[in-house]
DNA sequence: GATGAATGAGCGTTCATTCAT
DNA sequence: AATGAATGAACGCTCATTCAT
């Protein structure tokens, strides 16, 4: 047992740091400043120089740790599918039937964050903040080929293919498991995003949550028929 | 009836652009040399620079039509969204009963583009991949909630507005219009991505189109319970 | 008489200006629009572009008068060193002895600016405040002598060379009437803009003037030994 | 009594610049070619891109020592000031009377600039035509107020003070030293300027400094009544 | 004579990155 | 391993100016 948490530890793909930033002091120091300042800024104004400021520390240390700000973006939206699985796996294990497994699953995918006191130097509020804002980035890029060849977003397409096996057991015929779970995945940040932003884009009902549409009954719906 | 195809014209809302680019030969060529440039490059890696070199003029001529890059690709996801509800104000006039609208109008959604003869200077088809690509970045940005004010969104809004309620009138008692067509609008443009990029996030069926699960059953199986 | 007040009008070298601005209404606008904005913003900050926008008019309709922006200010500082010398004729005409004259011309130069009805387009009290903080700049340039060849600065001599001739008159053995007089004029504006901004460089006497240094009595002491 | 020579050492206030240029070569050879090119060119044409390329170095880097090229102008004239009070220490130390410091005082404000040798990397007589030439334009700026409270012009309030101290020592009832002093600094600075420039604004007698206005004789008249 | 449109040139700034210590 | 200093390259933007109408 303790071998599959460990499997699904929360760590992330090597190929995307220089150096592991989970090694130093001063690496978990650049994680939590990079946390805090593109909350703040959002990606786009977000630079090593100004992290190295907020981080207190110089442009040429940050390069030990990251290439550039695009995989230090990648590293903070890998941790975030890791520790999502993570929670993922011991909310259910030993959970039968299926689907009262894949009702878990959805509730994960769609709550709200909560701050989880196992790692200090992470701000899991504000990292789901930069997901919702951010995440999308990381692959919308030029270069998504060579980044997806290097096992960049790996920990994201495990985490949809180890919900899809379960939508599979659910229902063994159902054609479209991983289109299901990474539109619950992505539509609930972007139903997030337009309730506080675009409210027009959305619906907004007194008392649910924003992303209701991916509620576990109507996804139950889709699957099973 | 010609008053509502006017109404629903392709133009977009001026609080975006400084002069409008359909009013001059070179506005039209600073679009149509956008739409090949960004195309190509990514909307990062596009500066005004390279756009007026590769639409044969000056940066400071782009800027008497475009306050910055931003504001330029606001304005080209703007057309998109305004031709394709004028073209679902055609597809759907005088059609009977609701279902059948909106069976056209999912259908109009999803489909792939074809190059529209009517626009001399803009290729539908490579648009229609910078909004797949791009669109997402003309909100998520820490000045969407200025932009929205400005108007910037306007005709995305009202296009999920007009099918919103198609939706409605097939079933007044259904909850989530708006999110569920903003999630078709915005799932397809990721679906079809993950299609060619990272297929580990979604089902690829022979035969089908990469966006099937917003196709016409699916959804009206939504809407109708 | 007559012919003496006309000698001294005021008007400003021909060679400061392309086409004269008192010769049309847009260029009545243009002169009151720049000393509106030029008080506000400063000579550096100030361009033509904003003063076109300022005036409701373009460029290049500002560049049917002046060349570029430091002839403007040339004219600017000429006209007031014209109008300074027309009320310096008005001031001293027919009165005895030259001490007296001495004592009104020295008063004039250094007293607060009050509007003069005469001029409808000028606001004689910006314009003051143009003269004490942007004057300088007018020869403090590369191209001084250049321009002082072609006349821009013979208003601003001419003032002090009749001012000189009543010190001369005065003390036909006094050495330096044109320093003092350049130098009371000089030194009047930098002692008013120390007392507005720098007042460690200056002594601010409650319910005196801030120049009293050059004060009548001061000065007459200097000539008269 | 070191002390007190080590209390005026020709240093400028940190708030000017970012990195003390003083700190390294690079930052020596930024200040000693800001005064070959802004003494030629003159400071409105002056820019970092061309320092740079005279300098042998590149715009960022000297980005790195100012913010700006009023800051850097801000620096000269303050090393100017610093170091025109460093020597009046000198020229004054263990004098008696004050009458006979107060004349060396004016001496040195007023007479012609030599070199140096003490600072290798300063051209002391460039740096004087920079400061008669581009002084006031320190001041004579919108940000003034601003840059007062930052300590950009204490070393000139300073000197200023200082020989004011020693003009109240002379003649305690005397009530405007202040306006006296910065007068003959900025009088000097403007005769010394119109005799090579605009002759008519001052009195060029053969054999005499320009700046004979502001002679020792003529000042202690004017302090002792 | 006045205006609208367009442009060439260059400035100020910042970024990402490298090198030496 | 971490830092301080320096740099090459480019970006965003604005200015002064010209041309065609």
Redesign the interface.
Known sequence: MQKVVEHVGVYVNPGIYIKDPESSELGRRIISGSIELMEE??F??FTFRKLAASAGTTEASVYRYFENKHKLLLYLVAWYWAWLEYRLVFVTANVEPAKERLKRSVELLVQETEQDGQFAHINEIKLHHIVV??S??V????D??HE?RIGA?QR??RL??RISDIVREVNPRY??????I??IV??SH??R??AR??P????K?KGEDSV??FSVE?VL??VCQ
């Open positions: 800024i959002g786009d104004a804002a951010e999308v980035k692959y919308l890029t030029p998504v080929d997806n977003f994201y397409k949809v293919e054609k479209y498991p991983h289109m299901l990474s539109t992505e539509g972007h139903q995003f337009f932003h675009l027009g884009l959305t619906d009902i209701t549409l109507s719906k889709c």
